[in-house]
Every structure is written in C-alpha cells, then in structure tokens.
DNA sequence: TCACGTCCAGTTACGCATCT
DNA sequence: AGATGCGTAACTGGACGTGA
C-alpha cells in the first residue's frame, strides 16, 4: 500500500501537460518537524475532532503523502495532527515527486477520495486553480479529479473569460488531444483533397493537421457533395459550438474565414482591446483595426454594399482573405508563447 | 438558479485487413 | 515490409431536461 496512484490523470502529448507523477519510493518516516503544511484545497482548515479521532485509534495510520520538493503534506494533516497529539517525533510518509501544481492536483484527488468531503465552493475552487495550472487539461479530466460534473467545470471556465488565451486543443482522460475547433484543419483538409486527389488520407491529415480519420469524414462529405464542415451540433437549432465550427449560413455558402461565433469573436476582441501591448503600438492598432472588421454587425452592411456584377469578383477575394487569415493564425500558433 | 445526468455528433488513435 | 483504408472504442463539448 505504499504506492501512490496518479493513473487517472490525462496523459499528454508534450512535457507541459504531463500528469503527475508518483514515485514509490517506499514509505519513510520523517521527524515531523521537518513537514510543512498542506497546500490544501480545504478552506476551512484542519476539523480538530477528526485529527483527534484518528489520534485516539490505535495501531498505524496510513502513511502521509509529501511533496519531496517542498516537503508540504500534500494528503494527510489529520493523521499528522493526529501523530503530533500521539506526541510522535516521526511519522511516515510517501514521496511525491513532481511539480507544486502537480502536487495540488493530487492533493485535491486524495481529498475527494476520502477523508472530510470537500465542499462544493471548495471543489470548484479547486477546479479553478487546476484550469489555469492545467489549462489543456479536458473538462471531465479536471471534473475527474475536483469531484465535479463536468458541466460545471465547463460553466467555470466560461466564467473565466476568453481573455486566457487557452490552448486550441484539450488532453482527454484517455491522452488523446482533441481540437476545440477542427475547422481550419477541415478547410485546408478539403482544398488538399481538391488539389491532390490521389493523396493518402495520411497525407492529408498531416498537411492539414488533424487526424486521417477527420479527413476520411472531409473527404466523404465532398464525395456526398456536402459541405466539409460538421452540421450544427446538438439536437435542435445552433448551439455556440455549432456556429464556431461553421461560417454563417447567410454569407453565400462559401466556405467564410473561419472565424469564433459572433459572440465569441466580440468577447475575445474586447480582451485584446484591453491589452496595452496591443493597444499602445500603431502595428497593435491596425491589427486590432483588421479584426474588428470581421465583427458580425458589419458583414451584412458589406454584403448590401457590393454590386450584382461584382459579387464573384469579392467571393474570390474573400476566400484569398480568408486564406491568408488561416495562414496567419497558423503562424501566430506557432509563435513561441511567453 | 445552479449542478448535474443524458444524449448526440464529432474526433482521435488503435487494431486489423488489404494493397503495393 | 510498409503504406493504406476502414471499423471501432473511448473520449470530447454542447444542447436539453431534471431536480434541489
């Protein structure tokens, strides 16, 4: 019983998303002097009849979990508080090596396993802290280990705005990452399709960046002469999701720039106005300038403005601009971030 | 109102059969 | 042998309904 199960935890594609890590280094006791409190989802703090409880049972108590590097208990005050009334000079306890917000994670794992219950404030705080720590992690991932729905780790991260630039993908329960929004990769998927008919699915899938399963569905709706991008999501009307995933019905049909959904894009350039980096450079203007043309309000006015003869002539130059805005999010994900 | 369960369509990655 | 396409399990987030 000396080994410590982090196995749940989204596995990841890269090094910032690995989970924690347990190392059973086997249990050691520790003078207890030398342990530091718990960074712990707990609010209320230590419950004192339960530390006492513990303390008047007798025989051994499981061992306390530490993180190694900070020598903070991560699971286990009671049964410390319990030790320190046993009068005890050592206590035993298990490793854990791996980072701060790892061992907060673990923390909140142990604590909605067992012991005191958390509450829900406590929970969804803990939530909070493990999206931002964590942010590539999926919703049910984080609800996995906050003891949440993973509706409400969802409603959470709403509530957090869209000014976290988060990452475009989420790590799954599973490891698997998983786009929020696959329509770029559909776009591009189709025109490769268009271009190079003979390519292999693979192919495809790696120019485009999705999987060759996705391009399989890209290139059987374009068989089935539909268009390449999902229908709305959901059983009736569409959802935000939906509207993100797909140009607007009324802007011809065509495959339009492949931007949020309107509420999204006024939410998201509303941080960025914010933003003094942005703000308070001429280049920060004029890109602030470029994307508020793409605002819902203005596409309709745009449209009534252009002539009958001249309405080919601007959905060609559309998509070119459409074209280049994909290659410049592209180039924008690619740029190293802070 | 809020948290949560269910349903659904979309997505990934794995395994396997087939092809070159 | 390696590449390919297909079927599938397991997952995702959103819509919707329900109950406290």
Redesign the pocket.
């Given at each position: 019983m000396d080994t410590v199960q982090a196995d749940t935890l989204?596995a990841s594609?890269g090094d910032a998303g690995r989970p924690p890590e347990a190392e059973d280094q086997g249990v050691q006791r520790v003078p207890i002097g030398m342990l530091l409190p718990a960074d712990s989802p707990r609010m209320s703090g230590e419950n004192l009849d339960h530390a006492r409880a513990l303390g008047a049972l007798d025989g051994n108590l499981p061992p306390i979990l530490v993180h190694r590097a900070t020598m903070r208990v991560i699971d286990g005050m009671h049964r410390l508080r319990a030790a320190i009334l046993q009068e005890r000079a050592l206590v035993e306890v298990l490793f854990f090596d791996g980072t701060p917000e790892d061992a907060f994670v673990v923390a909140v794992r142990s604590n909605c396993r067992h012991g005191l219950p958390l509450t829900?404030a406590e929970r969804?705080a803990a939530a909070a802290r493990i999206m931002i720590s964590h942010p590539q992690w999926?919703?049910?991932?984080i609800a996995s280990v906050a003891g949440?729905?993973?509706?409400?780790v969802?409603?959470l991260r709403r509530r957090a705005g869209a000014g976290n630039l988060a990452p475009r993908a989420?790590v799954?329960?599973?490891g698997?990452?998983?786009?929020?929004d696959?329509t770029a990769?559909?776009l591009a998927a189709s025109r490769l399709i268009a271009a190079t008919p003979q390519a292999?699915?693979?192919?495809i899938a790696r120019q485009a960046g999705?999987?060759?399963?996705?391009v399989?569905?890209v290139r059987a709706r374009l068989e089935r002469g539909e268009d390449p991008l999902?229908?709305a999501?959901?059983?009736?009307?569409a959802?935000?999701?939906?509207s993100r995933?797909r140009p607007r019905e009324d802007a011809g049909k065509a495959p339009g720039p492949a931007a949020g959904p309107p509420a999204d894009l006024g939410r998201v350039l509303t941080s960025l106005r914010n933003d003094p980096s942005l703000r308070q450079t001429e280049t920060g203007r004029l890109l602030l300038r470029m994307l508020e043309t793409h605002l819902p309000h203005q596409w309709d006015r745009l449209a009534e403005s252009v002539p009958a003869h001249r309405t080919e002539t601007v959905a060609l130059a559309a998509l070119e601009c459409a074209k280049a805005w994909q290659e410049f999010a592209a180039r924008m994900r690619r740029a190293p971030s802070p």
């Open positions: 989204p594609g829900l969804a999926s919703d049910r991932a949440l729905s993973s509706k409400t969802a409603a989420r799954g329960q599973d698997r990452v998983r786009p929020l696959s990769g559909r292999s699915l693979r192919e999705i999987s060759p399963g996705t399989r569905d999902p229908r999501r959901g059983r009736r009307g959802g935000a999701r939906a995933a």
